[in-house]
């Protein structure tokens, strides 16, 4: 019985509309997005978009075979394609460089260098070249499987049957295998860096201090994000040498709870407020509940700037969730996270709230990334609208913020989406590294939300959406975002996913790095502390800089 399916050889001719398309995914894969990359990054996300066009394109192709349709094959077409797409793959790799120099430019960095139009290639064909052969070696199964499936049911459903028998075992040795050894490897990984301790970190011996002798918290227990936040600058002397203080400055009280401090979150959290109470953290000017990242990390200058513009005064709370990283942590435990900053803030705003109002420190929220996220979600609106909080500080908030989401989403006409104006900015706004925009002179209401964001930063600004059309935040276009980004189909969709995972590794100031300057400046809008003028703020900043924060 002849077999209604034909095998196709490992090497045979490239599909050549598919050719075309994949070179223009190439090519386009080269043009600039958000952040700057490295070569091989860029090679990389080249083979991808190539991959990935070549077999949406193959795979129309196919259909169209499958219904039937007229097929229209001259026999310069394989030649001509190969040409044409050899041609826009040399396009793209020729300007690659000036492509990827106007992005270093906006991102003050220097130019990138002269050979990487060659390290691109290396880098895509050692991709693409396997990413090929895993594809005929899927068809070859497909073939195969619908070849002796067709012997008892008619074509059409043999190889449907075929194409999902061969989809469901790639799934699973991809997800289950693959996957399962990387998420193992990268779990021991992370609990290393976790329980590391610092030699350059010691145990504190001040009874006021988490993890001292006195305390609730044992310092081996604090893990590694715990141990550098505890030990974290400034303390009082460092104070008032920077701020130039007529009067001493304050030890800010600072705790912090790891996972391996108790077995639950509920017990973590009541860790928390036991010892902050001990320390006497409710009886300072602040009180920031500051939601760690993924991994336990809090950004000291996200938290050292506001302990300088308040000499001290400042109590922060914190408690570990999580020692993987962020993006890991949302993939695998999203949910425990939030679990634990709702704990966490009922703990602690239930006994803040227990306390005369005139005898209580000013409470605010504050998160960095997924620390962000978790932080927006601790706290139930109609649970604390008789009592309300004084404010949040949410940084780099990731775009699966709800009320970030919808706070842009209502933005008033004719503010942009990276730096929205939301009905007159009385609750909420947005400041990027050029400060908030105007809001005249609405004031501030009761309780004041603010958010440090950069438009360059795709952690905030991934829309999946951009799979097929254009975000709103490109236009009007942010200073930070090269003139040279054009947002297409499919591509741009790939460059912002690789630009997700990149805003990490960026310049200060760019991408998902944030300065510690811009921290000054939203903590003073926020929590606007007496006795600051200009010169003064521009000292501090410049301390910042001088250590490259």
Known sequence: MEKPFVHQPLFAPLVPAALVAGALGYAAALTPSLIPR???????????AFLALYAITAALVGLWRWLGLPRWRPGWLSWGARAIALGIV?????????????????????PVESA??????GVSLLVIIPGLALGRLARALVVAAANAMARFLPDRVALLGAMVITATLFWTLGNGVLAGALLRSLDRAALQVNTFINPEFSAPVDPMMTGSPASLLTWEDLSAPGRARVASFPNAGQIADIVGLDTPAQDPARVYVGLASAETPEE??????????????FERELLVIATPTGRGWIDPSSMSALEYLWRGDVASVSVQYSYLPSWLSLLLEPEYGVETARIVFQKIYDHWRSLPPDARPRLY?????????????????????????DGAFWIGPTFTNPLWQDFTARRDAGSPAWRPVVDGGTLVRFATQDGT?????????????????????????????????PPDWLYPRAPDVAPAFRWLPVVSFLQLLADLTGSFQTPVGVGHAFAAAHYIDSWMELTEPPGWDDAQLERLREWYRMRGM
């Open 116 to 121: 990487r139009p060659f390290t691109i290639l």
């Open 38 to 48: 490295a070569g091989s990054d860029q090679g990389i996300l080249a083979a991808l």
């Open 365 to 389: 929220l504050k998160g960095v990334s997924l620390g962000a996220r978790n932080s927006e979600l601790s706290a139930d609106v109609w649970d604390i609208l008789p009592d309300p909080y």
């Open 268 to 281: 973590r959290a009541a860790l928390a407020l036991a010892e902050l109470k001990r320390i006497n953290g």
């Open 437 to 469: 925009p105007d809001h005249g002179d609405a004031p501030w209401g009761p309780v004041r939300i603010l958010y440090l964001q950069y438009p360059s930063d795709a952690v905030t600004f991934f829309e999946p959406e951009t799979f097929w059309r």
């Open 90 to 110: 040399i396009y793209g790799l020729a300007n690659v460089t000036g492509w990827q120099k106007s992005v270093h430019e906006v991102a003050g960095m220097e």
